[in-house]
């Protein structure tokens, strides 16, 4: 029988693998003429992704004494989502109505803190060694999330106003 929290942190993972198989050609093509719409789906797509990740290091902070592999699989699969949301979000820039430089989370660039959690995820894949928080993880990213969910809902209802 599968330790509890095992099989809903499978899923998890099959849902973000199913996510990002989406956003992997998105993220690197951004084609120049997307409608605004468009851009709203991109965005959201990705904040779906972090909200997801959120929810995996959740899983694996309580899944006990877990598969090690497994919970290595997550975080290389928690680290590709990251970078590949990062870079969508990078890329969008140009298109998007949001000042990315004054959306911050804990003070920092929301932009910024996501490379820092890409550079956290990628320092635990390549020495293993380290602990790492999974919990203040998922915290950052869930925070991440809401923050770009908040500044793209104001940012929606400003650009409605206009139209």
Not at 131 to 137: S, W
């Amino acid at each position: 029988m599968e330790p509890i929290g095992v099989l809903p942190l499978q899923i998890a993972l099959m849902k973000l693998e199913e996510e990002l198989s989406f956003l992997r050609h998105a993220a690197f093509n951004i084609p120049p003429n997307l409608s605004q719409n468009e851009v709203y789906k991109l965005l959201h797509k990705g904040i779906g992704i972090l909200k997801l990740g959120s929810q995996i290091f959740d899983f694996l902070e309580n899944v006990e004494n877990g598969d090690p592999l497994l919970k290595e699989n997550a975080i290389s699969s928690l680290f590709e989502a990251v970078f590949i949301v990062s870079t969508l979000f990078k890329n969008l820039k140009p298109y998007t109505p949001l000042f990315w430089e004054d959306i911050t989370v804990f003070t920092e660039p929301v932009l910024l803190k996501l490379e820092q959690l890409n550079k956290t995820l990628y320092d635990y894949l390549d020495t293993s060694t380290q602990d790492i928080d999974y919990g203040e993880l998922g915290f950052v990213l869930d925070e991440i999330a809401k923050t770009l969910e908040a500044a793209l809902l104001l940012s929606r209802k400003i650009h409605s106003l206009t139209l």
